[in-house]
């Protein structure tokens, strides 16, 4: 595709401009010098009629007619008059020499003197003849000297010659001037970017850079700093775009090890239980079976007795196990919630990270397009200007979407240490929720469910955080798998007050709500209504833990079938 300069279309839309300024002013000029040379014109005709007045006037009064052509004749011979009409006092004309009007566009009467205007390339002066005698006035004739338009052109040709040739000097001195300047501070600062341009390459950015000579304080230089600019920029994308890629290959390494050691534990202990529940079942079999002899063999009391305390010792270390056993489940059940929240956060942060990868891939397909086009030598003001724009746009998306998973991963990482910590430290209340909230996004992305947090923003204590991360996890977890089963738009409202040195917390839904007898088991441990979808029952029971032994609180709840589910607990903490 051809192109065209930008300096030839700028000087061409100057130099035009000028040179229509100038040929009017030049026009102009010629005008007034016309106008200008009829008025000296017309002035020459009132003193020559002045001069020939009072000769003319007495011999129309001494009816000398041969005096009267011979002044006519005089007059003609003058070079600024071409024509000459004289009449006497009664209108009869008595000369008629050179160019003139009709006779009809003159005054039939005596009349004032008057400059005639200009027709049909005539003009001229109008004068009454007055002959004075014995102090008397009398009018004996009139006289009209007339002058053409060709008179006047010749008088100012030398300063035709004058003003056009003064136009026609500046203007080829503009035309250098123009010329030579637009060439030094146009052209060829133009031609070194256009050289250092086609010399860019993706992989050497470094050596890509833009290094303009003698342009400082202009364009080009703003030019040069904003290419580099978005040079430095592309690299440090390219840096942070590997780091991030590395840190996310290994993140992802690091989960998949989690959730095989994770489902590896959860089935270790899930048989290792089994296996102590039917160890005792067994044993109890046995007791019941030894209490029978017992009754049979009394004369035998003595040594059944000592077999009775050896069966209750044991039978005492198997609850022990059983509560060991107890006790890891719920740690397993924890570690189970904080996998759910893995395996979300993960496909969330992969939304971003594929956007990113998107937008870069974009970014990379409009620079090659950009270097065909300065290999064509057909690139324009406008495409670079439309690199530039959609440059820009791509990586505000790319930093809007790298910034979104830092956040994610970031709310992510503190919510999952505290999860699996008992630390107290200091937080403020409202800012945790949120991210834990957040981290749990990923399982009300595809659904319309909505939560809502009303808690005062300067509310800050110091507690055991790891412990409320974990109950309002399950509390929403809860909702979401359970009363939130028949409704695609649910709500939960979680309202925080203070209340002197406790926190009254109350979380509601407006889920399918709980039975009577259900709400009778509801803190039960193992007591689940999706058993066979793969519930554990131990969800509430954690809750109930935390609240009543991590924190020191008091919890409880009250539901009806299709009014939801509500928790209302007080804890102790420390207000800062």
Known sequence: MSTSSISKSLLTSVLSVYFLLTLLVTCVQVVGEYYDTKGMLVQELQNQQSTVNDSLARSLWEFNSPQVVATAEGLINISAIAGVIVRDDTGAVLINLGDTLPIAELPMKPAENFTISERNGLFGYFSTLVFEFSGNSTMVGDITLFSTRDIAI????????FIVGNAIIKSVFLILLFS??????????????????????????????????????TEFLMVEQAYNQLLDNLEDYQDDLQRTQQQLLQANRQLDEQNAMLEQEVARKTSSLSQVLVDLERRKNELELRQDKLEREIRQRQLMEQDLRDTNTRLQNSFTALERAQDQLLESEKMASLGGLVAGITHDVNTPIGISITAASFIRERITKLEQALADKSLTQAQLQEFLSTGNEGLEL???????????????????????????????????L????????????????????????????????????????????????????????????ITITREQDQLEITYSDNGKGLTEEQMNHLFDPFFTTKRQQ??????????????????????EADSAPGQGLTYRFRIPVIFL
């Open 154 to 161: 010749d008088r100012i040709k030398v300063s035709l010659y």
């Open 180 to 217: 030579l300047a637009f060439n030094r501070m146009l052209n060829r600062p133009m031609h070194d970017l256009t050289n250092q341009i086609r010399n860019f390459r993706l992989d050497d950015l470094k050596h890509s850079r833009l290094d303009l000579k003698d342009q400082r304080n």
């Open 398 to 432: 790319l930093e809007n979407n790298l910034s979104r998973a830092s956040d994610l991963i970031g709310s992510f990482k503190q919510v999952a240490v505290d999860q699996t910590s008992e630390a107290i430290r200091d937080i403020n209340l409202k800012k945790y």
């Open 434 to 493: 949120q991210d834990v909230i957040q981290a749990l996004r990923p399982r009300l992305k595809n659904t319309r469910h909505e939560i809502s947090l009303d808690c005062a923003d300067d509310l800050n204590i110091r507690c055991p955080a790891g412990a409320l991360a974990q109950i309002f996890t399950n509390l929403i977890l809860n909702s979401l798998i359970h009363g939130f089963e028949d409704t695609s738009q649910g709500k939960i409202a």
């Open 534 to 555: 793969g519930g554990s029952g131990l969800g509430t029971h954690i809750i109930r833990n935390l609240v009543s032994q991590t924190l020191n609180g008091e919890i």
